[in-house]
């Protein structure tokens, strides 16, 4: 079974431009999740997609959003990028019956210069 | 008060030690409760979920207290390689509707 992947690996963008991030679930998880991670910081919950609706998001500004496709994959996008959005973004998913944790994605590195 | 809390250490251990990390949590809607690893710089990946009868996987054993409203993680002869961050993680609800992280614990195993 696929796990999580997560495109790209890294990305290094300019203060202002926009960055697209890429997410695919494991196959027959319908939910996907989005975490912000800065260096040395614990998880922050971004966003939550099941069934191609958002279905909650954290403290995050409106310049931080996504989609999910019929296929169940996601994109975060983030608009007008600012230093401080430099961080681990990490896609998870998830089955939502039953008593299961997150799989992660290995995540895309995003380094806003 | 948080949500989710952990002793954010670090714990410095030697090899063959046995360590214990704990969690409180404050929500008493609290569902699920799991326990992941993370290594510097790279994702959580889950290390076991945690059963209200408590849990047993190798040198590993996860405890849960409803009524205290803690989880434990216990970590019998530590390897080098148990060096890592250890995330206690919460399920509010069902269906997936808010997961809590944990800060983490951060865990030293020395030779």
């Known amino acids: 079974e696929a796990g999580v992947t997560q495109s790209p690996t890294h990305l290094i963008k300019t203060r202002g431009q926009q960055a697209t991030l890429r997410c695919s679930p494991i196959?027959?998880?319908?939910?996907v999740y989005w975490y912000q991670q800065a260096l040395g910081l614990g998880l922050q919950f971004l966003l939550w997609?099941?069934?191609?609706?958002?279905?909650n998001r954290g403290n995050f500004p409106p310049r931080f959003s996504g989609r999910q496709f019929p296929n169940y994959s996601s994109e975060l996008n983030v608009n007008a990028l600012e230093l401080e959005d430099s961080a681990l973004y990490l896609c998870?998913?998830?089955?939502?019956?039953?008593?299961?944790?997150?799989?992660f994605g290995s995540g895309t590195r995003l380094t806003v210069v | 008060r948080k949500e989710v809390e952990q002793d954010p250490g670090p714990f410095n251990v030697p090899e063959g030690a046995t360590v214990a990390f704990n969690c409180t949590y404050s929500?008493?809607?609290?569902?699920?409760f799991f326990w992941y690893r993370q290594d510097c710089r790279k994702e959580p990946k889950l290390l076991m979920s945690v059963y209200s009868s408590g849990n047993e996987d190798g040198r590993f054993t996860a405890q849960l207290n409803r009524a205290s409203q803690y989880i434990s993680l216990l970590i019998r002869d530590s390897k080098l390689s148990d060096s890592a961050t250890y995330l206690c993680?919460?399920?509010?609800?069902?269906?997936?509707?808010?997961?809590?992280f944990g800060a983490g614990t951060r865990l030293f195993v020395k030779a």
């Open positions: 993680v919460v399920n509010i609800g069902t269906g997936g509707f808010k997961t809590i």
């Open positions: 196959s027959g998880h319908t939910s």
């Open positions: 997609y099941d069934e191609g609706e958002e279905r």
């Open positions: 998870a998913s998830r089955r939502m019956t039953g008593n299961y944790g997150y799989t």
């Open positions: 929500n008493s809607a609290s569902q699920s």
